[in-house]
């Protein structure tokens, strides 16, 4: 098992994280890769064009998304999981928000928990401070299938740093060394078009924490809604977002298009070291 935290410390750089959408629904590439055959050569694909991290998900967050049963979620990753992990030596993700397909994956040596809830949900906390894996945080307000209806704050990026100070006091309480937590402030999570802006513009305001910052916005409506751009056709814009996300602190970029993400990251990377 790798010490993710570790590792995103230990790099100036931030490390690129693969989608694997294992969903007949996701919003971006549902459907594409739910058989393990087809799954493994996606995999193989993002590792040859330099994903760090690969990221399983069974079950899509979109606005209006359908709830997943525990059992299909778990007949969804898993085998895709032990697959990954029997072939190929990348770090694993799991996105997920149940505790028992965050079991499942820690048996089967996941690396990392991506929750888009926060271990919020029942029993969630206590599984992953049994593990020793890391565990991604997200803000998210309300619950997918409404988090776009109306979103509000009194003050977005003070509201959202509560969040996480509350989340990190409760995890440590519970068992889970600060040392092996991520935020994310959750693009697209109950935010306005605006907010989301917003939020990227003060990305940097999450390192007051002194914990690694994933972003992901890729291909997401606060782009297409912007450029006016359907959800394929939104490269450009994920490639600014990555770029300025990694400008302003992040330490992993979580996308669907690897390739055009690695060699941004590249540039950045060489103009950082020559200045």
């Given at each position: 098992?790798?010490?993710?935290?570790s590792?995103l410390?230990?790099?100036d750089?931030?490390?690129?994280?693969g989608?694997?959408n294992v969903?007949?629904?996701?919003?971006?590439?549902?459907?594409k890769?739910?058989?393990?055959?087809?799954?493994?050569?996606?995999?193989?694909?993002?590792?040859s064009?330099?994903?760090?991290?690969?990221?399983?998900?069974?079950e899509?967050?979109?606005p209006?998304?359908?709830?997943v049963?525990?059992q299909d979620e778990?007949?969804?990753?898993?085998?895709?999981?032990?697959?990954?992990k029997?072939r190929?030596?990348?770090?694993?993700?799991?996105?997920?928000?149940?505790?028992?397909v965050?079991?499942?994956?820690?048996?089967?040596d996941?690396d990392?928990i991506?929750?888009?809830?926060?271990?919020?949900?029942e029993?969630?906390?206590?599984?992953?401070?049994?593990?020793?894996?890391?565990?991604c945080l997200m803000?998210?307000?309300?619950?997918?299938r409404?988090?776009?209806?109306n979103?509000?704050?009194?003050d977005?990026?003070g509201d959202?740093?509560?969040?996480f100070?509350?989340?990190?006091?409760t995890?440590?309480?519970?068992?889970?060394d600060r040392s092996?937590?991520?935020?994310d402030?959750g693009f697209?999570?109950?935010?306005?078009?605006?907010?989301n802006?917003k939020?990227?513009?003060?990305?940097s305001?999450f390192?007051?924490?002194?914990?690694?910052?994933l972003?992901?916005?890729?291909?997401?409506?606060?782009?297409?809604n912007?450029?006016?751009?359907?959800?394929s056709d939104?490269?450009?814009?994920?490639?600014?977002?990555?770029l300025?996300?990694?400008?302003?602190?992040a330490?992993?970029?979580?996308v669907h298009?690897?390739?055009?993400?690695?060699d941004?990251?590249?540039?950045?990377?060489a103009?950082?070291?020559?200045?």
């Open positions: 098992m790798k010490d993710i935290v590792w410390n230990s790099s750089m931030p490390k690129v994280m989608i694997l969903t007949p629904d996701s919003f971006s590439d549902g459907g890769f739910n058989q393990i055959d087809q799954a493994l050569r996606q995999v193989e694909n993002m590792i064009e330099g994903v760090d991290i690969i990221d399983i998900g069974g899509s967050t979109r209006g998304a359908k709830d049963e525990e778990i007949n969804r990753v898993i085998p895709v999981l032990k697959a990954i029997s190929f030596d990348v770090a694993v993700s799991i996105d997920t928000s149940k505790a028992v965050m079991k499942e994956s820690i048996n089967e996941a990392m991506n929750d888009v809830r926060a271990l919020l949900a029993d969630c906390l206590n599984v992953v401070a049994q593990s020793d894996v890391a565990v803000h998210m307000q309300g619950q997918p409404t988090m776009q209806n979103p509000i704050y009194k977005l990026i959202i740093n509560e969040f100070i509350e989340r990190i006091s995890c440590e309480n519970a068992g889970i092996r937590i991520i935020l402030p697209g999570f109950g935010k306005t078009l605006e907010q802006y939020l990227l513009a003060n990305f305001a390192e007051c924490h002194n914990l690694p910052l972003s992901g916005l890729s291909r997401k409506s606060m782009l297409g912007l450029l006016n751009r359907e959800v939104r490269l450009a814009g994920s490639l600014a977002g990555a300025i996300s990694a400008q302003h602190g330490k992993i970029i979580r298009d690897a390739k055009e993400t690695v941004t990251l590249k540039v950045l990377k103009v950082t070291e020559n200045k």
